[in-house]
């Protein structure tokens, strides 16, 4: 008889949008499918994490709660590295879920992260999970980088999205991914601009578009006259880069089977929006059906 085939889950990058690995997870479980082991790349790092040692429940619970005055509040501004530390989400993090040794999870699990002065992809796969999950969440230009054994380590979606090649290397037979970069540029983009304006945090709002030219000149600027802010330029490049190598990745390690969310209305920030992201990550699940049953099973 045939033995079962191991399972990889590769679980990509993708900011806000990430939380729709929690509804794809969701799915999976109730189609009876469940990962022997997991890798992660940024946000799917942490998603993954949750996942392999057993709190994804806790994860999904905070998750559906937050509220964007929560994600304000988390915002630990700074100038060195990034606008963001960090040090407040992990430290609640610390406090609500139990950090444990990548080698003692109860499901094989790995994160990647990039080594910042070569462009080297790293794998992470020991010690503490928190660190490995903070390196590779560590969003150049948003979130501080993180030195590690004397190396600065930032986010792993620079080299590797959808950490595909790491679920072979650690023994999957077959890869279930969710690559998250789908619906972010295009035509997609286009369809997410319908949606009604959200909210911005005050220092946010200071980046919109026309606010430096009204500072510099003391006149009002047209919205139709005036360029992309600074922030949505940043964040807007690195979707593209995101993208593409993620497109290039996938084309030379393809996953068995390919899940892809679709959230074009999500910003980079838009925690604040899980209970949209997980529903999105279980229809993709859904749109997948006859796939995962052909190969999985």
């Keep these: 008889m045939r033995s079962k085939p191991r399972i990889g889950l590769a679980l990509g990058s993708g900011s806000a949008r990430g939380w729709a690995h929690i509804g794809a997870i969701r799915g999976l479980e109730e189609r009876g499918i469940k990962p022997d082991l997991v890798c992660g790349t940024s946000i799917g790092a942490l998603v993954g994490a949750a996942y392999a040692s057993g709190q994804l429940a806790q994860l999904e619970k905070w998750v559906t709660g937050l509220a964007w005055t929560t994600v304000v509040r988390l915002m630990d501004l700074t100038w060195r590295g990034g606008l963001i530390r960090g040090n407040r989400l992990f430290t609640l993090f610390r406090t609500m879920f139990h950090d444990q040794e990548i080698d003692d999870l109860p499901i094989p699990y790995g994160a990647i992260a990039t080594e910042l002065y070569s462009g080297r992809e790293l794998w992470l796969r020991h010690g503490k999970v928190f660190e490995a999950v903070r390196a590779s969440c560590a969003m150049p230009g948003l979130f501080t980088p993180v030195l590690r054994d004397n190396v600065v380590l930032v986010d792993g ?138 190969v999985i099973g």
């Design 157 to 294: 979606g620079l080299v590797n999205p959808v950490p595909v090649s790491m679920c072979r290397a650690l023994g999957a037979e077959l890869v279930i991914a969710v690559d998250l970069s789908w619906g972010k540029l295009g035509p997609y983009r286009e369809r997410g601009r319908a949606v009604a304006p959200r909210e911005v945090p005050g220092w946010l709002a200071r980046l919109r578009p026309g606010w430096v030219e009204k500072k510099a000149t003391g006149a009002e600027v047209e919205p139709h006259e005036a360029i992309p802010s600074i922030f949505e330029v940043f964040s807007t490049s690195l979707d593209v880069v995101e993208m593409r190598v993620a497109r290039s990745r996938l084309s030379g390690d393809p996953a068995d089977v390919l899940l892809t969310p679709l959230l074009p209305d999500f910003a980079t920030m838009d925690y604040h929006r899980g209970k949209e992201a997980i529903e999105e990550g279980r229809a993709a699940v859904e749109r997948m059906g006859p796939l995962l049953q052909q």
